[in-house]
């Protein structure tokens, strides 16, 4: 019965240890995706600001 007992508890800490590196990752990832949209927006709003005076400088000509 000790045997059983100590396999519980050893696979008890195995399971918490592989559900704490899941969340990490998992938290990480969501992370990286975040910040790539927040890149991306700001490159399309300095594309947007970049058009808006290459056309205003047309209508000036």
Do not use: D, P
């Not at 949209?37 to 000509?61: A, C, G, H, Y």
Request: glycine fraction near 8%; charged fraction near 30%.
């Amino acid at each position: 019965m000790s045997i059983i007992n100590k396999t519980r508890t050893y696979l008890g800490s195995l399971l918490s240890i592989a559900g704490g590196a899941g969340a990490v990752l998992v938290g990480a990832y969501i992370f990286s995706r975040i910040k790539e949209r927040q890149e991306t927006e700001t490159r399309l709003e300095r594309i947007e600001q970049i058009l808006q005076k290459l056309v205003e400088e047309q209508e000036k000509k």
